[in-house]
């Protein structure tokens, strides 16, 4: 399997205009996850889908940030509109069903966001 | 809630030093814990894992044991290289619970 696949890997924005993260978990895995990462906060989790619902959105920061999963092999993560203090490494994840590897989520390679 | 807390970093050793980053942590329930490591521009990647009480996690010459008596998990290794260099991250997962808490990650850096 080729992995969680994230893109774009780097984006460099101007504040104010929307940014749109992608991302392909692995197949067969059916809970998905959107981090962020920055040296400030640490690791924060955005929000979580099972079956391409979502269960906890908590973690999202206000209502610029929106998350969809349309189907089981695709996911964004929306930001608009983008401000300076969104920037950061957005991770994505998945995790193959509850009881088989006991909650091991497997990452993706990141997409670095700039906003400027 | 559920907490997890790494000791500070950075931390700096040299090659075939001893390592040892310490873990606590916090959960209403029975957890399950973890030790992710992140490499260089990349995302996290599982090392190893325990699932219950007194359960020694193991992988690439990396042991944790499950302490539930002083809540630990902390991450040892006996001879470190530099390509051990990364960010170490220890994250529990509480039971029922799909989502992982995070501590705050422990930049490793060896020096050969």
């Known amino acids: 399997d080729a992995g969680v696949i994230q893109s774009p890997r780097h984006e460099v924005t101007e504040m104010g205009q929307e940014v749109t993260l992608r991302c392909k978990p692995i197949?067969?895995?059916?809970?998905l996850f959107w981090y962020r990462q920055t040296m400030m906060r640490g690791l924060e989790l955005l929000i979580y889908?099972?079956?391409?619902?979502?269960?906890?959105d908590s973690g999202m920061p206000e209502d610029r940030f929106s998350a969809k999963m349309p189907n089981a092999s695709f996911s964004t993560l929306k930001i608009q509109p983008s401000e300076p203090r969104d920037s950061a490494v957005y991770f994505c994840?998945?995790?193959?069903?509850?009881?088989?590897?006991?909650?091991?989520?497997?990452f993706g390679p990141g997409t670095r966001l700039t906003v400027t | 809630g559920d907490s997890v807390t790494q000791m500070e970093g950075p931390v700096t050793l040299s090659e075939e030093a001893f390592l040892t980053i310490n873990c606590t942590y916090t959960?209403?329930?029975?957890?399950?814990l973890f030790w992710y490591v992140q490499y260089p521009g990349e995302g996290l990647q599982l090392l190893l894992k325990?699932?219950?009480?007194?359960d020694k996690g193991s992988n690439k010459g990396f042991e944790a044991t499950y302490r539930k008596e002083t809540t630990s998990f902390h991450l040892e290794k006996g001879s470190v290289q530099v390509s051990d260099s990364a960010v170490y991250f220890c994250?529990?997962?509480?039971?029922?619970?799909?989502?992982?808490?995070f501590g705050q990650g422990t930049r490793l850096t060896i020096n050969p």
């Open positions: 994840a998945s995790s193959p069903p509850s009881g088989g590897s006991m909650y091991e989520q497997y």
């Open positions: 197949s067969g895995h059916d809970y």
């Open positions: 889908f099972n079956n391409n619902v979502p269960i906890d």
């Open positions: 959960a209403t329930g029975y957890p399950s």
């Open positions: 325990a699932t219950k009480a007194d």
């Open positions: 994250a529990l997962s509480d039971w029922g619970a799909q989502k992982l808490v």
